[in-house]
């Protein structure tokens, strides 16, 4: 299917998602929704208990899907919470999975009109997936799918995270 619609902008940074000014950002979640720990408890602690009461009404989300709910106290209007793979050496569908999280969190920002979307490293933090090519398929992801949105930022927590995506996007 071809489009006329541009790829977003993409900006890396380092630091911590629940303070990006951005209008959606993107929770690697588990399939409960209900919360957990690294950057979904993070997600979380600073969205306030509204967000897993709002979570316990969306019945979870598989792997590779995605699901967007309200900011609540986030400076970010929503959080698109999709579900990464388990990392098992990689036959087992994850490179497809993890490059769905991404077309599917896009489509869900693109769907409440957000034009600017933080995403952090999906399923590299519990889930194991390698750095490397996580970062490779986020890249190329966002890169080839068709979207409204205007701006991605990748969001990395630690400097290993961010030479990964700057071997992908080159020296600005
Ligand atoms: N901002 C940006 N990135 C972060 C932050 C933060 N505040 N905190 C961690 N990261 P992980 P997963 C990075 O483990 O691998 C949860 O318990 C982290 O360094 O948060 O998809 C869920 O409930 C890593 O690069 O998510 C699931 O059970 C990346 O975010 C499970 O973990 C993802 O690490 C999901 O595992």
Not at 6 to 29: C, F, H, K, M, Y
Not at 81 to 101: F, K, M, N, Y
Request: proline letters at 7%; a negative charge.
């Amino acid at each position: 299917m071809s489009s006329d619609r541009p790829s977003p902008r993409l900006e890396l940074t380092v630091g911590d998602i629940t303070t990006e000014q951005v209008d959606a950002i993107v929770n690697a979640a588990n399939e409960t929704l209900l919360g957990g720990g690294g950057v979904d408890g993070a997600i979380h602690r600073a969205a306030g208990p509204e967000l897993v009461a709002h979570c316990r009404t969306l019945g979870g989300c598989p792997t590779g899907q995605a699901k967007v709910t309200p900011g609540f106290r986030l400076a970010a209007r929503w959080v698109i919470h999709t579900v990464g793979p388990i990392w098992h050496g990689g036959d087992r569908q994850e490179p497809a999975l993890l490059a769905a999280c991404y077309r599917e969190s896009l489509a869900r920002a693109g769907e409440v009109g957000a034009r600017s979307v933080a995403f952090p490293a999906i399923s590299t933090g519990v889930y194991g997936y390698p750095i490397a090519p996580a970062a490779q398929i986020a890249v190329e992801t966002v890169r080839s799918t068709p979207t409204t949105v205007e701006l991605v930022r990748f969001v990395c927590f630690n400097d290993e995270a961010f030479d990964a995506y700057l071997g992908m996007l080159g020296p600005a």
